[in-house]
């Protein structure tokens, strides 16, 4: 419940006002495709590769703590540790919360998740695994005190910490951090520019106010932020209006008017709840505009001051007073202390006897595996190769080099070899990739198959050059698809223009137009053996 009251300022205004903005656009984030299977939540760790821009991070629990876990919960069930009941209740709790977590994690919990109206804003049901981790770190501490036996208590604590360390040992290698490039404003609006799908940092406009059914042009500010990072965002104004004032702030503008008439201000902001308009310091109505989502106001004639600007709404507000609340609880003394003191149990008098003998080595047993575990790892894990830290690079099966640009190398590639593919066959390929230096291009990857004469198909029989008889680059660079002729009619004007270009006869038992193009491509192969190949694609027995 602590935790809960110390994330409320972010809780309560997500669950209360998530209905005002387009989280149904981020259909990627649909609950049903996160789920994890039994296999991943048992996975191993993955080995750190230092040449990959983005290691694999496996969705999985920690073994040496579930271990643990499963100890503490069994000693409880065979025992019932009748000296403590709270310490049994609390394991027993512990553990309910996690099965219910991991429970929650997989897909036998569909049924749960579609019954819960609010499921849709979780997104992701692996992120359940943050909090069944920390029970079961919990549960662990649980499992080595649960030990019947005092004396191999300790013992089983250094082997706990032991395998815990090298169990996330993979976890603990990362890439050297580079600040990314400083991005202004402008910089956004560019990028909105080219690709209009995205708003802001969001990948889908699923943070757009519900309010907003066609985003304005995204060039409409562009030259505002060239010349001011906090430009105004009052949008132009009828001729007989005078500006006469104006202070453009990140969440506030004011401005000072005079209008012989009454007119309508638009402003090039989004409406949100927490936006509020005074005119001569009375609160003044705002109006949304269809279908941008802008906010309008109804201003009189006459001079006046104006103030627009962006406050907390009552969610926000409440949900920051419980969380200060919350977080002022954790200095008060009395309540750290009377919740240790309720769960620290009474120990034996020959409990305590036989842990004071260990309690004056371990400070130094504990200070020595620290210490050992750091050698270890500057000395034998970050200079060599090992099962927590090796690359795929060093062996690639089919080594290549070619460069884009000095942007780019492609140093090779893999695909599984064996069973024979047919047509509809997926085949697998894994290109690799160095990057010389920080890319400044976008690049995409497409990968195209060479029958066994070396023809380069923009589609199954259609050959847009050789390469027994020129480089991939040179048939590249030379390639115009207007000129081809069998590609430029298609272009233009798909299977039917081809037909009308070359003047083919036409049948009227077509299945589809790719029946028909297959078919006009077969007359047309005596007269364009080259760009029409192989043979065999069209059913003729090559010589």
Same mark, same amino acid.
């Given at each position: 419940?602590?935790?809960?009251?110390?994330?409320?300022?972010?809780?309560?205004?997500?669950?209360?006002?998530?209905?005002?903005?387009?989280?149904?656009?981020?259909?990627?984030?649909?609950?049903?495709? @996160?789920?994890?299977?039994? *296999? #991943?939540?048992?996975?191993?760790?993955?080995?750190?590769?230092?040449?990959?821009?983005?290691?694999?991070?496996?969705?999985?629990?920690?073994?040496?703590?579930?271990?643990?876990?499963?100890?503490?919960?069994?000693?409880?069930?065979?025992?019932?540790?009748?000296?403590?009941?709270?310490?049994?209740?609390?394991?027993?709790? @512990?553990?309910?919360?996690?099965?219910?977590?991991?429970?929650?994690?997989?897909?036998?919990?569909?049924?749960?998740?579609?019954?819960?109206?609010?499921?849709?804003?979780?997104?992701?049901?692996?992120?359940? /695994?943050?909090?069944?981790?920390?029970?079961?770190?919990?549960?662990?501490?649980?499992?080595?005190?649960?030990?019947?036996?005092?004396?191999?208590?300790?013992?089983?604590?250094?082997?706990?910490?032991?395998?815990?360390?090298?169990?996330?040992?993979?976890?603990?290698? @990362?890439?050297?951090?580079?600040?990314?490039?400083?991005?202004?404003?402008?910089?956004?609006?560019?990028?909105?520019?080219?690709?209009?799908?995205?708003?802001?940092?969001?990948?889908?406009?699923?943070?757009?106010?519900?309010?907003?059914?066609?985003?304005?042009?995204?060039?409409?500010?562009?030259?505002?932020?060239?010349?001011?990072?906090?430009?105004?965002?009052?949008?132009?104004?009828?001729?007989?209006?005078?500006?006469?004032?104006? @202070?453009?702030?990140?969440?506030?503008?004011?401005?000072?008017?005079?209008?012989?008439?009454?007119?309508?201000?638009?402003?090039?902001?989004?409406?949100?709840?927490?936006?509020?308009?005074?005119?001569?310091?009375?609160?003044?109505?705002?109006?949304?505009?269809?279908?941008?989502?802008?906010?309008?106001?109804?201003?009189?004639?006459?001079?006046?001051?104006?103030?627009?600007?962006?406050?907390?709404?009552?969610?926000?507000?409440?949900?920051?007073?419980?969380?200060?609340? *919350?977080?002022?609880?954790?200095?008060?003394?009395?309540?750290?202390?009377?919740?240790?003191?309720?769960?620290?149990?009474?120990?034996?008098?020959?409990?305590?006897?036989?842990?004071?003998?260990?309690?004056?080595?371990?400070?130094?047993?504990?200070?020595?595996?620290?210490?050992?575990?750091?050698?270890?790892?500057?000395?034998?894990?970050?200079?060599?190769?090992?099962?927590?830290?090796?690359?795929?690079?060093?062996?690639?099966?089919?080594?290549?080099?070619?460069?884009?640009?000095?942007? /780019?190398? %492609?140093?090779?590639?893999?695909?599984?070899?064996?069973?024979?593919?047919?047509?509809?066959?997926?085949?697998?390929?894994?290109?690799?990739?160095?990057?010389?230096?920080?890319?400044?291009?976008?690049?995409?990857?497409?990968?195209?198959?060479?029958?066994?004469?070396?023809?380069?198909?923009?589609?199954?029989?259609?050959?847009?050059?050789?390469?027994?008889?020129?480089?991939?680059?040179?048939?590249?660079?030379?390639?115009?698809?207007?000129?081809?002729?069998?590609?430029?009619?298609?272009?233009?004007?798909?299977?039917? #223009? %081809?037909?009308?270009?070359?003047?083919?006869?036409?049948?009227?038992?077509?299945?589809?137009?790719?029946?028909?193009?297959?078919?006009?491509?077969?007359? /047309?192969?005596?007269?364009?053996?080259?760009?029409?190949?192989?043979?065999?694609?069209?059913?003729?027995?090559?010589?």
């Amino acid at each position: 419940m602590h935790a809960i009251g110390l994330g409320a300022f972010f809780l309560l205004p997500f669950l209360l006002e998530a209905s005002n903005v387009q989280l149904q656009r981020a259909g990627v984030f649909d609950y049903h495709n @996160h789920f994890l299977t039994l *296999a #991943e939540l048992v996975s191993p760790p993955v080995s750190y590769d230092p040449y990959y821009i983005t290691n694999a991070a496996p969705r999985s629990l920690p073994w040496p703590q579930l271990g643990l876990a499963l100890v503490a919960s069994a000693s409880t069930l065979i025992s019932k540790r009748q000296g403590n009941r709270l310490i049994s209740f609390s394991i027993m709790f @512990h553990s309910i919360l996690l099965a219910l977590a991991i429970f929650l994690t997989s897909r036998l919990s569909v049924a749960v998740w579609d019954s819960l109206s609010i499921a849709y804003l979780i997104q992701f049901p692996w992120r359940l /695994l943050s909090p069944a981790t920390l029970l079961l770190a919990w549960l662990a501490a649980a499992g080595v005190a649960c030990l019947p036996i005092p004396k191999f208590r300790f013992s089983l604590a250094l082997l706990a910490i032991s395998s815990m360390f090298f169990f996330s040992l993979t976890w603990t290698y @990362h890439d050297p951090y580079r600040f990314p490039d400083p991005a202004s404003p402008l910089d956004v609006v560019r990028f909105e520019i080219t690709d209009p799908h995205s708003v802001g940092t969001t990948g889908s406009q699923e943070f757009l106010p519900k309010w907003v059914n066609e985003l304005p042009a995204p060039d409409t500010l562009l030259q505002r932020y060239s010349e001011n990072a906090i430009p105004s965002r009052l949008a132009p104004l009828p001729s007989s209006v005078k500006l006469l004032e104006e @202070h453009a702030a990140l969440t506030a503008t004011d401005f000072r008017y005079q209008s012989p008439e009454s007119f309508t201000a638009t402003f090039y902001l989004f409406y949100f709840p927490g936006w509020k308009a005074t005119l001569d310091k009375q609160p003044l109505p705002i109006h949304v505009s269809k279908p941008n989502g802008l906010i309008t106001l109804d201003l009189p004639a006459g001079q006046h001051q104006l103030r627009l600007a962006l406050g907390p709404t009552l969610p926000q507000t409440i949900g920051a007073l419980i969380s200060l609340l *919350a977080l002022a609880l954790l200095f008060i003394p009395w309540h750290s202390a009377a919740m240790a003191a309720a769960v620290a149990p009474k120990p034996s008098v020959a409990e305590s006897s036989s842990d004071t003998s260990l309690i004056s080595a371990p400070s130094l047993i504990w200070s020595g595996l620290f210490a050992a575990f750091i050698a270890l790892r500057i000395a034998v894990f970050d200079v060599s190769e090992t099962p927590f830290r090796q690359s795929e690079f060093d062996e690639i099966p089919n080594p290549i080099s070619i460069n884009f640009g000095d942007q /780019l190398d %492609l140093i090779g590639f893999t695909y599984p070899e064996g069973p024979t593919l047919t047509s509809g066959d997926t085949l697998h390929i894994t290109l690799y990739w160095r990057a010389p230096q920080r890319l400044t291009t976008r690049y995409s990857t497409k990968v195209q198959l060479v029958d066994a004469y070396g023809n380069l198909f923009a589609c199954q029989g259609v050959v847009v050059g050789n390469l027994r008889s020129a480089s991939l680059r040179q048939i590249v660079t030379s390639y115009d698809p207007n000129s081809h002729p069998v590609i430029g009619p298609l272009k233009y004007g798909g299977p039917a #223009e %081809l037909v009308r270009a070359y003047g083919l006869p036409l049948r009227a038992d077509y299945l589809d137009p790719c029946h028909l193009c297959f078919l006009a491509r077969r007359q /047309l192969r005596g007269r364009f053996p080259q760009q029409l190949a192989p043979a065999e694609v069209f059913g003729e027995i090559q010589p």
